[in-house]
């Protein structure tokens, strides 16, 4: 109970007729605790004019608390009958309302009554208002986070940046003349799904597509003449990749990941020339039909 003991006298220490005490009954207390029949601890006595009696009720704060209220009339710290307790400013307004009539301080109760409750009102509109800004601020900062994604691969300084001190899955993905706007979307959505199931797992891997024949030395230099789709992983501060040798799909690229974290893999060297060049961003769109030429 000492931490609802030392509440307690936290709560009373500025109380001039009330002394929240402790007596050490083992060392230089004895003789008292003797003299006021104490034989367990803790034991609680309370003193009231000039009688001691003991306190048998809870032992929680709440309850000696209201039992000091009850038993003892706390008075302020600051009253006419201890104004010595007072601060400059407490005391000015005490001696104000000494000197007021009935009428007069009964009115300026009203009146302070009613400021408080006006204060109130307003701390509750300032606190409604601050709710309203911090959720305005929580998503003025999420317009500016970066939400992961699977990203075209347009040029290498963004194929290094999004792949810097983690490893990258890049797809080479069938022209769109071959697949259209319909197969690409289901293949960049296969990666996605991986993309946020490697996320739930915790880990940091970027994701990338690149359309097949748009970076043709880089897929020469990385061995991906067996055709598209094509998928790689690759972690340039290892200096290392490793090609998927199973079909495309979800579950395919996923046991791939899961295979490179375990080290079943082959691995590579990433070759010197291994560099993406500028491609054009893809629209969303089917590929508008090639122009015939005139005989």
Known sequence: MQPDWDQLGKAFADTPNVVIAQVDCAGNGQKSCGENGVQGYPTLKMLKDGKMKDYNGGRDFNSLKREV??????????????????KPEDLAILEESEKMSKAERAAKIKAVQQEIQDAKKEAAELEKKAKKLTESLDLIKAGGQTVEKVEQLLNDADWKAHCEGRTCVVAFLPHIYDDGAAGRNEKIKALDQVMQASKKDGKSVGFLWSQGGDQFELEEALGLQFGFPAVIAVNFGKGRFGVHRGIYDKDSISQFLTSLSRGGTPLAPVPANAKAVKADPWDGKDAAPPAEEDL
């Open 69 to 86: 209220e009850r038993q003892l009339d706390p008075r302020p710290a600051c009253s006419l009958e201890s104004k010595d307790a007072c």
